[in-house]
């Protein structure tokens, strides 16, 4: 396995555990477990992050809900079927973690890189208060011909340097993942609030 694949998807984050393992699938004999992570940003305001936790690495009978802990991994990506249509489904899959005994301040507990290629061409808008946003979708590569497509979104200077990128180009950036909620419209008289995620940009560069 290449390092140098390794090193193009690298999460780490550090967070209060908001919910109980719950059981996902199974790889060659290995169970796979999910569960959520709050993660404070400087605002005070929290990110709920979902992490994948293989049972290698985590005794799956215990639940740690209120318990801090740091992980590292990689944010990945699959296609989920639902309703005749896929639905894209974002997690932290972790390597590596540990329980600590208290949060650091948000500046610390939630950081990634990525470096993939643009795969649509990015979206560039203005709210009505005159932000500049712009989002992106980014293929991060994987071994065994795999890919990730990870939600992006660039604020600023950022966004309006994001807009010029064409499919196809190379990029690397640093930032946070976040989490929103929005709510889907399931029928003319049914609604539900889900939750998106996707990487809030701090530094983006092209790279040739």
Known sequence: MSDKIIENNQVTIMGEVASPLTYSH???GEGFYVMDVMVKRLSNSEDRIP?????RLIDVNQDYTGEFIKVSGQFRSYNRHEEQKNRLVLSVFVRELEFVDEELDGAKTNHI???GYICKK?????TPL???IADLLLAVNRPYGKSDYIPCICWGRNARYASGFEVGEHVQLLGRIQSRNYVK???EAET?????YE???SKLECIE
């Open 192 to 196: 539900e609030t889900r939750t998106a």
């Open 113 to 115: 890189l990525l470096e």
């Open 185 to 187: 419209k399931l029928s």
């Open 51 to 55: 992490l994948t936790i293989s049972e």
């Open 122 to 126: 990015p979206i560039y808008r203005k």
């Open 26 to 28: 199974e790889v060659f």
């Open 130 to 132: 005159g932000r500049e």
């Open 199 to 201: 990487v809030s940009v």
